[in-house]
C-alpha cells in the first residue's frame, strides 16, 4: 500500500498561481499511476490530472488544460497551479494505485490510496 500526503494550498487571488505536492511513501516509480481530483464546495469531484511514471503519460482536464502542469521527483507529486480562478476553488486530493485496475485514469473508484486533501481558495 501507498500512504499520500498533500500541502500547498492555501488562498490566492485570481491570476495567481500555486503548487500543490502529494508526498508518497513509496518513490512514485513503483506507482502505476497517480492523480489529482478535486472537489468543489458544490461537492462535485473532478479528476483534473493523471500521470502514468513509467511511461511518462499525463492526462489533464480540459478545465485546467494549459493552466496546470504535473511534475514528479522521487517521492513526490507536484501540482503547479496558474492562472488561477476563482472556479478552481475546491479541496485537492492526490491519489495512487499500485497496479493497473483497467480503469481509466479519471476514474475515482480506480484509486486505493487518498490523500487527506488541501484546501485551495481562489477570490476574484
Known amino acids: 500500500q501507498v500512504q499520500l500526503v498533500e500541502s500547498g494550498g492555501g488562498s490566492v487571488q485570481a491570476g495567481g498561481s500555486l503548487r500543490l505536492s502529494c508526498a508518497a511513501s513509496?518513490?512514485?516509480?513503483?506507482?502505476?499511476?497517480v492523480a489529482w481530483f478535486r472537489r468543489t464546495p458544490g461537492n462535485e469531484r473532478e479528476a483534473i490530472t493523471g500521470f502514468y511514471p513509467a511511461s511518462g503519460l499525463t492526462y489533464y482536464a480540459d478545465s485546467v488544460k494549459g493552466r496546470f502542469t504535473v511534475s514528479r521527483d522521487n517521492t513526490k507529486l507536484y501540482l503547479q497551479m496558474n492562472s488561477l480562478k476563482p472556479e478552481d476553488t475546491a479541496m485537492y486530493y492526490c491519489?495512487?494505485?499500485?497496479?493497473?485496475?483497467?480503469?481509466?485514469?479519471?476514474?475515482?473508484?480506480?484509486?486505493?490510496?487518498w490523500g487527506q486533501g488541501t484546501q485551495v481558495t481562489v477570490s476574484s
Open positions: 513509496r518513490r512514485i516509480r513503483f506507482i502505476h499511476h
Open positions: 491519489a495512487a494505485v499500485l497496479a493497473s485496475t483497467g480503469r481509466n485514469w479519471n476514474d475515482p473508484s480506480g484509486y486505493t490510496a
